[in-house]
């Protein structure tokens, strides 16, 4: 191959993979024809505009239903509060993933009224908090974060209340039917359970003693792992969410129910941040983890128990993308220690390897 050759293919493959680039546009439409059925609908519709299919992430988007803070709410200008489900996912498998050939779309409508409260008047506005995760097709294990210019602009849709419309509630304020303990476990479970509560509160202590051994300006080695660089107001955050976990795992205020009807496969746990009774609804990944280590029972109850409003009100998403597991929350603690300390995994992880 002459120079010549060589610099005409190299040319052409540049080309083609300037042609590959992706890129992803969205959009929000609201569906008030239920509105008599007390439910107001959002469509969410994701277009593939680049060259090449895509194997996109469905969580942490309405692709897969409402099961994070995927959308914001604003009524007359003030955000409405999430209300909807919050969990802890393990590692995404290839069901989590939905293709998006080249110029195609995909779109999901999802019910907004369980997840927000929409009983008063006014005019609403629904907006995207979504960062699309992608890969090659047929790879979803290498999925990755993709380019900021590849990101869908934010996409958002409006609606109006009026007085005479009857919204239902939020689905966390109609599940406060009951304010047992257990919901729905079998005596075996029942013990489980106990034991992964048990064994959280000791590591809610555990993580109470290794704050209170170390200091802002000398944070222990584990901090600095889930945390990030540590300063004095990032540090009392930390301190005062583990006061917290601590004071309501040990003051029994946890509620559990181990037949929930609306678990994902990958899903351990889930709850709703404002629910009273701070239930933790048990999913299949839950059962099948160790009491005690990383990803644990314990560690689950940690996590969830974090997510409450009136604990710490932790989050699964930052800059609208899902954090799941070790490594996400390694690098988010290295990138943005900011973020770091309102995600609900990065609390379970400093708590589980003390
Ligand atoms: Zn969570």
């Not at 609201?30 to 299919?53: Q, W």
């Not at 037949?259 to 059962?287: G, I």
């Not at 988010?332 to 300390?341: C, G, V, Y």
Request: aromatic share 8%; charged share 20%.
């Amino acid at each position: 191959m002459n120079s010549q050759t060589f610099f005409a293919v190299s040319f052409a493959t540049w080309l083609m993979i300037g042609d590959a680039s992706a890129g992803f546009s969205q959009k929000l439409s609201v569906d008030e024809s239920k509105k008599g059925e007390g439910e107001i609908y959002v469509k969410y519709t994701l277009t593939n505009t680049g060259k090449e299919a895509v194997d996109v992430l469905k969580w942490g988007t309405p692709l897969e239903g409402l099961r994070s803070e995927a959308l914001a709410v604003q009524r007359d200008g003030r955000e409405v509060p999430y209300e909807g489900l919050l969990s802890k996912r393990g590692q995404p498998s290839v069901q989590s993933f939905i293709r998006v050939e080249a110029g195609a779309s995909v779109s999901k409508t999802v019910p907004l009224s369980p997840s927000f409260d929409l009983t008063s008047a006014g005019h609403y506005k629904v907006i995207t908090r979504i960062a699309i995760t992608g890969g090659a097709p047929g790879e979803p294990g290498k999925a990755s974060k993709l380019k900021p210019a590849e990101q869908p602009k934010q996409a958002s849709a409006n609606f109006t209340i009026k007085a005479t419309d009857k919204i239902s509630a939020p689905l966390s304020r109609k599940k406060q039917v009951s304010a047992q303990a257990y919901t729905g476990c079998a005596a075996g479970q029942t013990s489980q359970v106990e034991a992964a509560t048990k064994a959280a509160g000791e590591m809610a202590t555990k993580a109470k003693a290794n704050l209170s051994a170390s200091s802002a300006s000398a944070p222990s080695k584990e901090y600095v792992t889930w945390f990030g660089v540590s300063n004095s107001s990032r540090y009392g955050t930390v301190v005062a969410h583990f006061s917290a976990i601590s004071s309501t795992i040990d003051g029994k205020r946890l509620s559990f129910n181990c037949t929930p009807s609306d678990c994902e496969p990958d899903e351990y746990a889930h709850v709703f941040a404002t629910d009273p009774n701070k239930m933790v609804y048990l999913c299949s990944a839950f059962w099948s983890a160790a009491n005690v280590g990383t990803n644990s029972r314990a560690g689950t109850v940690v996590h969830e128990t974090s997510h409450f409003k009136d604990v710490s009100g932790t989050t699964d998403k930052v800059n609208g993308v899902y954090v799941y597991g070790q490594a996400m929350c390694m690098d988010l603690a290295k990138r943005a220690p900011d973020s770091a300390i309102t995600v609900a995994d990065c609390h379970e992880y400093f708590a589980e390897g003390l």
